[in-house]
T-cell receptor
Framework: NAGVMQNPRHLVRRRGQEARLRCSPM?????VYWYRQLPEEGLKFMVY????????ESGMPKERFSAEFPKEGPSILRIQQVVRGDSAAYFC???????????FGPGTRLTVL | AQTVTQSQPEMSVQEAETVTLSCTYDTSESDYYLFWYKQPPSRQMILVIR??????QNATENRFSVNFQKAAKSFSLKISDSQLGDAAMYFC??????????FGKGTRLSVIA
């Protein structure tokens, strides 16, 4: 039973480019969460999605960031016009039900030059 | 708002000894879950132990156990017979269902051979 998959593991972008981070949840999980981790910090919640719906995006910046979880395919976190401050590790997690153990992917480390 | 506080940025323990990591939290919810996650240098987030707030009995997982004091809103992690592989960042987290999973800033644990 494969765990949560994220790709790419490392992504380098120049300022102004777009970054697309993908997350495939564990089989059978319909709840997906995205977190951002800055160096020496804990994980900060960004957005919670449940198949085709955004349930809670209170932690996601209003501009340049968007997330989706289509009926088919992985969840995507999209960052447009990246800036150096977007450099961080982005983690995806999935769960079987809301308020349940979240299983984390290995993360995507985004570096903005 | 939900908050999680880890007051020990760094801790160290001798191999085979016992160490306790502190965590306090604040939530207005009556039903919630508490978690300890481990993040080794690989950066993978690994669930160590979970505790349902409605359960009075402290959770245990092999060498890992918690001291859950609900009235004091305290949730400490005890690691017995510490091993070199226990060296990592440890994050305490709280999930109430109505608010997203909130993490503390973490405690870096070093294990001395």
């Amino acid at each position: 039973n494969a765990g949560v998959m994220q790709n790419p593991r490392h992504l380098v972008r120049r300022r102004g480019q777009e970054a697309r981070l993908r997350c495939s949840p564990m089989k059978g999980h319909s709840h997906v969460y995205w977190y951002r981790q800055l160096p020496e910090e804990g994980l900060k919640f960004m957005v919670y999605l449940q198949k085709e719906n955004i349930i809670d995006e209170s932690g996601m910046p209003k501009e340049r960031f968007s997330a989706e979880f289509p009926k088919e395919g992985p969840s995507i976190l999209r960052i447009q016009q990246v800036v150096r401050g977007d450099s961080a590790a982005y983690f995806c997690a999935s769960s079987l039900r809301r308020v349940n153990e979240q299983f984390f992917g290995p993360g995507t480390r985004l570096t903005v030059l | 708002a939900q908050t999680v506080t880890q007051s020990q940025p760094e801790m160290s323990v001798q191999e085979a000894e016992t160490v306790t990591l502190s965590c306090t939290y604040d939530t207005s919810e009556s039903d919630y879950y508490l978690f300890w996650y481990k993040q080794p240098p690989s950066r993978q987030m690994i669930l160590v132990i979970r505790q349902e707030a409605y359960k009075q009995q402290n959770a245990t997982e092999n060498r890992f156990s918690v001291n859950f004091q609900k009235a004091a809103k305290s949730f400490s992690l005890k690691i017995s017979d510490s091993q070199l592989g226990d060296a990592a960042m440890y994050f305490c987290a709280c999930d109430s269902g109505n608010t997203p999973l909130v993490f503390g800033k973490g405690t870096r644990l070093s294990v001395i051979a």
